[in-house]
């Protein structure tokens, strides 16, 4: 299954702002839109935004996702210790009739 | 409050099977569709299967066709995997996922391990 393409890592001093990546195609994020999971390590992953660029309920103002083209894209302001984990997009892809993931970022905050 | 609380992991020796299962609670199970969805020790994400709420549709992974089935009991509020002819690189944490056009809730999983 083909995959999303992410940064394997980003790196970002506290408080600033870290603008993550994820590149698909016109069959999956170009179509369908991108979701964002937060995992924390020896953790589960954690919906942080759904394909519509929508936060569920709880979620942070601080983190927002946006799509243009086949490149989505999620925004954390104001970064915080607790931010630093790894950062995984995913869509639907209508040619594959599956889920992709990317390969994840993994987010250090200095 | 969404739990879902996968079961089944364990050690299990090349060539053999496992069936997972995943206890839903605290919404209408009929009305979601689910997903597999796996990690390797040390590893990303790996989607493996979703099922729609009736069970009409399932979409599998195509390296994983054949080998690895999903279903669902919606009476019993609970979601399977089967898994045969089990390799070293289905050594993983399989996570059972609430769909909402997106991997809406997860649950903590449950591991399997592969190995002579």
């Known amino acids: 299954q083909a995959g999303l393409t992410q940064p394997p890592s980003v790196s970002k001093d506290l408080g600033q702002t870290a603008t993550l990546t994820c590149t698909g195609n016109?069959?999956?994020?170009?179509?369908?839109?991108a979701a964002w999971v937060q995992q924390h390590p020896g953790h589960p992953p954690k919906l942080l935004s759904n394909r519509g660029n929508s936060r569920p309920s709880g979620i942070s103002e601080r983190f927002s996702a946006s799509t243009s083209g086949n490149t989505a894209s999620l925004t954390i302001t104001g970064l915080q210790p607790e931010d630093e984990a790894d950062y995984y997009c995913?869509?639907?892809?209508?040619?594959?009739?599956?889920?992709?993931f990317g390969g994840g970022t993994k987010l250090t905050v200095l | 409050e969404v739990q879902l609380v996968e079961s089944g992991g364990g050690l299990v020796q090349p060539g053999g099977s496992l069936r997972l299962s995943c206890a839903a609670s605290g919404f209408t199970f009929s009305t979601y569709g689910m997903n597999w969805v796996r990690q390797a020790p040390g590893k990303g994400l790996e989607w493996i299967s979703y099922?729609?709420?009736?069970?009409?549709?399932?979409y599998t992974a195509d390296s994983l066709k054949g080998r690895f089935t999903t279903s669902r009991d919606n009476a019993k509020n609970s979601l399977y995997l089967q898994m045969n002819s089990l390799r070293d690189e289905d050594t993983a944490l399989y996570y059972c996922v609430r769909d909402s056009w997106a991997p809406e809730y997860w649950g903590q999983g449950t591991l399997v391990t592969v190995s002579s």
């Open positions: 016109n069959n999956n994020v170009g179509n369908q839109g």
């Open positions: 995913s869509a639907w892809d209508s040619s594959l009739s599956g889920r992709v």
């Open positions: 099922i729609s709420g009736s069970g009409n549709t399932i």
